[in-house]
């Protein structure tokens, strides 16, 4: 926030159009897990307040690769197991990279 300018949650919350308490949920972590609409519409207003892609928000990556997902499952696109098998692949290219970036 500090770096866009702004200097509070109170600020955000103007900014954003949505209430302190609102605010104050998601700057402590306490907002849940769950994304419905209004908390996908919460995070948009967020983004745009803060000048970011709302995928910067993990919460809204999340949704987006989920929505994903099950459009490609569906159209047949991708089975189950072609996606567990890419996932793999990528959690040991992640290792990798945590490893070297440590220089182990």
């Known amino acids: 926030m500090e770096a866009r300018g702004i200097k509070n ?12 308490s609102t605010v104050s949920l998601y700057l402590k972590g306490k907002r849940g897990r769950r994304m419905n609409s209004q908390s996908m519409a ?4 967020f ?4 000048g970011v892609d709302p995928d910067y928000f ?8 989920r929505r994903m997902a099950d459009e490609v499952v569906w159209e047949g696109i991708l089975d189950p197991e072609d996606f567990a098998a890419y996932l793999e692949v990528q959690r040991g290219l992640w ?10």
């Not at 949650?9 to 302190?20: N, P, R, T």
């Not at 993990?58 to 690769?65: A, D, N």
């Open 95 to 104: 290792k990798g990279e945590a490893r070297a970036a440590k220089g182990v």
């Open 47 to 50: 983004a745009a307040a803060l």
């Open 42 to 45: 919460t995070v948009r207003k």
């Open 58 to 65: 993990p919460e809204h990556r999340q949704v987006t690769v």
């Open 9 to 20: 949650g109170i600020e955000l919350s103007g900014i954003a159009d949505v209430s302190a």
